[in-house]
């Protein structure tokens, strides 16, 4: 739970999923749940039965990148075969140049090219989200954060988090988030059912944090006194739906003649580009969010030599 003075952005959930070093049981069971599903579609159903032939296989950066999914090659192959040995060159958040060895992965050929597939798609899958996520992190002037739009779910999530960006909530539990269709389905009017919805929600529910989002100026105002009426120590997170940096930066003056400002933090969403970053620098924002980070990227080319042992 963030409180006001701390210096964390509640959006910064990647903790919960990586901590030194080390998958956590939450995004270890994520990993079984997308693995599986991946081998499935190659008729891995199990533990390979391993065959005396053995091989060496290398996997090799055809770019400069992020690495990411590491950890997760090492889960499938603990899984699903046994007698392996693995050395890492490049490990999950380090860079990895052109033509760099990145692994060496010695054991059964069999097991190893039935396995092949699914370990060069969630290494190279993530990986380009986590490259994507560094090189926007790199040219933006204030926190990144991903979406609750993602491909393969909290290893999206993890990505971007090795990448430098944020991972806002990570399910509908983690944190509270009132969307626009929420506040519609109230059926009255806009700024009514924005009070509504701030006064009914429980502190069990707000969970990590809050966060409403609004369509204009007006609506950021009025969640803002309504969440200053609830007495709250942390700060609700207002998101300013496809607001311009000039519309944001309004947004921020008003609430702070208001002296509003203390008590919520605003994040700037929807309609984000990249050529545009610089443009958010100074415009009274604490925070971008968008899927571009993770839903934008294309993996990272690597290759898999195969030589015998």
């Not at 060496?104 to 699914?118: H, P």
């Not at 009132?178 to 924005?194: L, T, Y």
């Not at 100026?217 to 700060?235: L, V």
Request: aromatic share 6%; charged share 25%; proline share 3%.
């Amino acid at each position: 739970m963030r409180h006001i003075g701390d210096d964390r952005l509640p959006h910064d959930r990647g903790f919960m999923l990586w901590r030194m070093n080390k998958p956590t049981p939450q995004l270890l069971q994520s990993i079984d749940t997308w693995s599986e599903a991946l081998l499935l579609d190659d008729d891995v159903t199990g533990p390979i039965k391993p065959q005396t032939e053995q091989a060496i296989f290398t996997i090799i950066a055809k770019e400069n990148g992020m690495i990411a999914g590491a950890e997760m090659v090492n889960r499938i192959i603990e899984k699903y075969s046994s007698e392996i040995d693995i050395l890492w060159y490049v490990k999950d958040g380090e860079h990895a140049h052109k033509g760099q060895e990145i692994v060496v992965i010695i054991g059964c050929k069999k097991t190893l090219l039935l396995l092949e597939r699914a370990l060069l798609n969630c290494l190279g899958q993530l990986s380009g989200i986590a490259t994507n996520t560094a090189a926007w992190v790199n040219e933006s002037p204030i926190p990144l954060a991903c979406t609750r739009k993602t491909i393969w779910g909290l290893l999206d999530k993890w990505a971007v988090h090795l990448g430098g960006g944020l991972t806002h909530r990570l399910s509908k539990k983690d944190a509270c988030m009132i969307k626009e269709n929420d506040i519609s389905s109230v059926g009255v009017e806009q700024g009514v059912a924005i009070e509504q919805k701030i006064n009914s929600i429980t502190r069990h529910q707000i969970a990590a944090f809050f966060t409403i989002e609004v369509r204009d100026i007006s609506e950021a105002i009025i969640a803002a006194r309504a969440w200053k009426g609830r007495e709250e120590t942390q700060k609700c997170v207002i998101m300013l739906d496809n607001f311009s940096p000039a519309r944001a930066l309004e947004t921020h003056e008003l609430l702070t003649a208001e002296g509003l400002r203390k008590y919520v933090l605003l994040e700037g969403s929807g309609g984000v580009e990249y050529s545009q970053l610089l443009e958010w620098g100074g415009k009274g924002v604490d925070v971008i969010s968008t899927s571009l980070l993770n839903r934008s990227t294309t993996p990272l080319d690597l290759s898999m030599l195969v030589e015998g042992a």
